[in-house]
């Protein structure tokens, strides 16, 4: 099977976010044939994560979140969906293959991250909390692939883009208040560069970053991968991860927080590129008249690693 025929899981499975009016847009998707669950944020405020799939393409067999709030960490959620693919008798001619395709499942997470720039603890006690549960449902399901969206308020220079895309972090190491690269971003130390800020963090910041007051060591278990930087592109657009050069842009901030993660069994083969940074500046800031929201679309379409050397 190619790499082409099995569409990708974020193209037909995507995640939405600080969604105010679920019901709205699940009857426009459900037009196009997609189905889609809501997750609430806990508290006052009347947002929340949402994930759509292509009822053709994808059967939804569990469903699991995160309240943030139960753990000391704010109203910020988590929502994660297993889904099983259908097999599609239209793009798939060979009987093996069709087999072969239905029996998959992947897991889709979606979160929203705190904003605060200055709470790196509660940011990184989220994205810990939230890795952890990808990783369990993924071994519970079969050690499944994993797709994880979101918008993480973390820059592509942060402590926290480091931690996920290397798996390990000690705290130590990094400012609290700079953990997200929001705060003087350009002043950021490179990966690598370490100082000792231990006296900076309190035991109840270690607690809510870590788990453990005693703890200044993170890692988690998934090898995940940023699909963009997967896919090489124009400097006009990217930056030198091979992040989006922004992905927001208001009149308090431009920069890149939004990623989409996969893991090693998944392989990108495409993405939606963004805007060069001049494009985004006349506009004078995000939402605008042609582009509804202060936060531009990713979109990526995966194929299965098993079969992308398979023509």
Known sequence: MSPKGVVGAVE?????????????????????????????????ARDGCAIFWKEELFSLVHEDNIEF????????????????????????????????????????????VLFNPSRGD???????????????????????????????????????YQFIASSELNVQHHERKKMSGQICPTDYPRFGSQCNCSSRWSKEELRLATGSEEST?????????????????????????????????????MGTVDYIWHTEDLVPVKVLETLPIEVLEKTR????????????ALVCELAFASDSCVS
């Not at 995000?286 to 202060?294: E, H, V």
């Open 69 to 112: 709030k139960r753990f000391g960490l704010r109203d910020n959620v988590a929502q994660f969906c297993v889904l099983k693919m259908n097999g599609n008798k239209k793009q798939i001619d060979d009987i093996e293959n069709l087999t072969a395709q239905a029996s998959r499942s992947i897991l889709v997470g979606n979160t929203h």
């Open 217 to 253: 060591y993170l890692k988690h278990n998934l090898k995940l991968n940023s699909a963009y930087h997967g896919v090489p592109a124009s400097y006009l657009t990217r930056d030198s991860h091979g992040e989006p050069l922004a992905t927001s842009f208001h009149s308090k901030f």
């Open 122 to 160: 509660i940011k990184l006690g989220q994205i810990r909390l939230f890795l952890n549960k990808a990783h369990k449902l993924s071994q519970t399901w079969g050690n499944i692939p994993v797709v994880l969206g979101g918008d993480l308020n973390s820059m592509p220079q942060s402590a926290i």
């Open 285 to 296: 800031g995000l939402p605008s008249k042609m582009w509804g929201s202060d936060h531009l």
């Open 12 to 44: 037909t499975a995507s995640n939405a976010l600080e969604v105010d009016r679920f019901d709205d847009l699940s009857k426009m998707l459900h037009k196009d044939g997609f189905r889609g669950v809501y997750q609430p944020r806990t508290g006052e």
